[in-house]
């Protein structure tokens, strides 16, 4: 009943930057946290950045200075921009929602996207 879609992923030289968008749509009442996570090949899947519906954020060291993490509550929208990007941040990256929705009864569920490719590369 959520679907989350993503956008903005590509090809990017290092230094770059890219800005990654995620939409959750369905019969959603509210949504608590929202995230993003990535998975390069060979290697677990990670998480970058988190953010609660109150604004509170945490990131991965590994990006802390260079990724900031948004969300427009109004719109279901969470975005990653991301800069100063490094060969090492090539990965599929996935948004992730903590979500309240109703269906035949309220309940509470998390999803998934479908993943975009980021790529750095010179």
């Known amino acids: 009943q959520v679907q989350l879609v993503e956008s903005g992923g590509g090809l990017v030289q290092p230094g770059g930057s890219l800005r990654l968008s995620c939409a959750a749509s369905?019969?959603?009442?509210?949504?608590?946290?929202m995230g993003w996570y990535r998975q390069a090949p060979g290697k677990e899947r990670e998480l970058v950045a988190a953010v609660t519906s109150g604004g509170s954020t945490n990131y991965a060291d590994s990006v802390k200075g260079r990724f900031t993490i948004s969300r427009d509550n109004a719109k279901n929208t969470v975005y990653l921009q991301m800069n100063s990007l490094k060969p090492e941040d090539t990965a599929v990256y996935y948004c992730?929602?903590?979500?309240?929705?109703?269906?035949?009864?309220?309940?509470?569920?998390?999803?998934w996207g479908q993943g975009t490719q980021v790529t750095v590369s010179s």
């Open positions: 369905g019969n959603i009442i509210s949504i608590n946290h």
């Open positions: 992730n929602a903590d979500v309240v929705l109703v269906a035949q009864y309220v309940y509470r569920d998390e999803y």
